[in-house]
């Protein structure tokens, strides 16, 4: 039986990568698809949102516009350094002929929660806030959801926006600590394993024999760029498509489980902090949190044929 789950996304070049893998893939049910800020603002990703569903041929998924800033702090410039003025590495796609749903993204995963008690997956992987004002609206979705699964954060490598911070929980650090916190299972696919796995221009171009792996070749061409100028690799980073292939796959992974907290402020904010040692003789910030479960390690071999063999049969 395929799994409900419900993509929370700001696309991004890797978010559209994602998607589509997870349209792609008979043991996935994509029941919506909620948008965030990040990558680029929440109008330009519920338009790209859009976008994909219909180059997928899934129009019917409902797509619900989320927040546009986090829940503290200011949210000022979408990197188009990274994915592009449009957020598809500047490939300019039509424009949708689909429109958002009436509800809110926050209200969207409570109403569909509720109504699946035990069924649905979240796949958070951009900030979040969604996740967060969703709690707030209604607590019991995190006795309530099957699982999340985040793509976010770094517990064993540095971060990505500087050593202590990954890009999707520094955007929302205030958001992270209460998904982190909030006691639902989760799993953290973070950069201790999405930047071991890499596409090289070779594997890329050997997407392109399908109509949907030529148009990841084609958005990842300035992503492509970006990785040669930030990290010196003729390669992109797999983050987004490992929390889809999580879903799909769990045994690709190797996990630790333990509390995590994320820094709100200062120099370290966004950082996330996780309690790997569970040996304090006095309270603190970890003391009776929820345990996450974190992925560690990753056969990138097999993650990559997976996502190969999906794209190619995707058409």
Not at 78 to 100: C, F, K, M, Y
Not at 189 to 214: H, I, P
Not at 256 to 270: F, L, S
Request: aromatic residues 6%; negative net charge; proline residues 7%.
């Amino acid at each position: 039986m395929s799994k409900k789950i419900i993509i929370d996304t700001d696309p991004g070049i890797d978010d559209a990568m994602a998607i589509l893998f997870a349209f792609a893939s008979p043991e996935i049910e994509v029941m919506g698809l909620t948008t965030i800020y990040g990558n680029v603002h929440t109008a330009l990703a519920t338009q790209n949102a859009l976008r994909l569903a219909e180059f997928a041929g899934r129009p019917q998924t409902p797509v619900a516009h989320g927040a546009d800033k986090p829940l503290v702090i200011p949210f000022d410039e979408a990197p188009e350094i990274v994915h592009g003025a449009d957020g598809l590495g500047n490939t300019h796609q039509p424009p949708p002929h689909g429109r958002p749903i009436e509800r809110s993204a926050a209200q969207f995963l409570v109403e569909t929660i509720m109504a699946h008690p035990g069924e649905i997956t979240l796949v958070p992987v951009g900030p979040l806030t969604n996740l967060a004002v969703a709690l707030k609206l209604e607590p019991r979705i995190a006795q309530h959801v099957a699982e999340v699964v985040v793509m976010g954060g770094a517990a064993t490598v540095n971060g990505n926006v500087n050593p202590a911070a990954e890009a999707n929980i520094w955007h929302d650090p205030h958001a992270a600590d209460k998904v982190f916190t909030a006691g639902w299972p989760v799993t953290l696919v973070g950069l201790d394993v999405t930047m071991a796995t890499q596409m090289d221009n070779a594997y890329l171009a050997g997407l392109r024999a399908s109509r949907t792996g030529e148009f990841i070749f084609q958005i990842s061409r300035f992503y492509q760029q970006f990785h040669k100028l930030a990290h010196g690799i003729d390669a992109c980073h797999t983050h987004d498509p490992s929390a889809i292939a999580y879903v799909i796959d769990p045994s690709l992974f190797t996990t630790e489980r333990g509390p995590i907290r994320v820094v709100t402020e200062g120099i370290a904010m966004g950082q996330t902090l996780m309690d790997r040692r569970r040996e304090w003789l006095t309270p603190n910030a970890w003391s009776d949190m929820p345990e996450v479960n974190v992925c560690v390690e990753v056969d990138s071999a097999r993650l990559l044929a997976l996502y190969q063999q999906r794209i190619s049969a995707a058409g």
